[in-house]
């Protein structure tokens, strides 16, 4: 297990897929993975594709992983959506808004383990169908 920092944020294929509906495959697929630097990914002996487990102070996810450029080494970045969620947290610090970068997240290699499905994860967090 390798601490990082948590960055989360809009992406184009975020946007986009949430206009198609936030059940769309789209979407889902965009805000269930993370991207990292490709010397992290080499330092971790992933690939993209593979599983990681995420692991913050406020809860742990299993997210798929893409590699990318645009992300500085010993960041990771997620997508605004349901899986960011479980790792942000809810203290506000009295501004009224949940710090969404700058969290320290634990990531490892989780390999035979999948991405909850969408719907299942609503489920288990807000016991809702």
């Given at each position: 297990?390798?601490r990082?920092?948590?960055?989360?944020?809009?992406?184009?294929?975020?946007?986009?897929?949430?206009?198609?509906?936030?059940?769309?495959?789209?979407?889902?697929?965009?805000?269930?993975?993370?991207?990292?630097?490709?010397?992290?990914?080499?330092?971790?002996?992933i690939?993209?594709?593979?599983?990681?487990?995420?692991?913050?102070?406020?809860?742990?996810?299993?997210?798929?992983?893409?590699?990318?450029?645009?992300?500085?080494?010993?960041?990771?970045?997620?997508?605004?959506?349901?899986?960011?969620?479980l790792?942000?947290?809810?203290?506000?610090?009295?501004?009224?808004?949940?710090?969404?970068?700058?969290?320290?997240?634990?990531?490892?290699?989780?390999?035979?383990?999948?991405?909850?499905?969408?719907?299942?994860?609503?489920?288990?967090?807000?016991?809702?169908?």
């Amino acid at each position: 297990m390798v601490r990082f920092t948590l960055l989360t944020g809009r992406s184009l294929v975020q946007g986009v897929g949430k206009e198609a509906g936030k059940f769309s495959d789209k979407y889902i697929q965009e805000v269930s993975t993370c991207q990292m630097d490709p010397e992290d990914l080499k330092m971790l002996n992933i690939k993209p594709g593979d599983c990681v487990r995420l692991t913050t102070e406020y809860g742990s996810v299993v997210l798929k992983v893409s590699s990318s450029a645009l992300v500085h080494r010993g960041s990771v970045f997620i997508p605004y959506g349901p899986y960011a969620n479980l790792l942000i947290g809810t203290k506000t610090g009295g501004t009224g808004m949940p710090s969404f970068k700058g969290i320290p997240v634990e990531v490892e290699p989780a390999p035979g383990e999948s991405v909850p499905e969408l719907k299942e994860l609503l489920v288990k967090m807000y016991g809702r169908k």
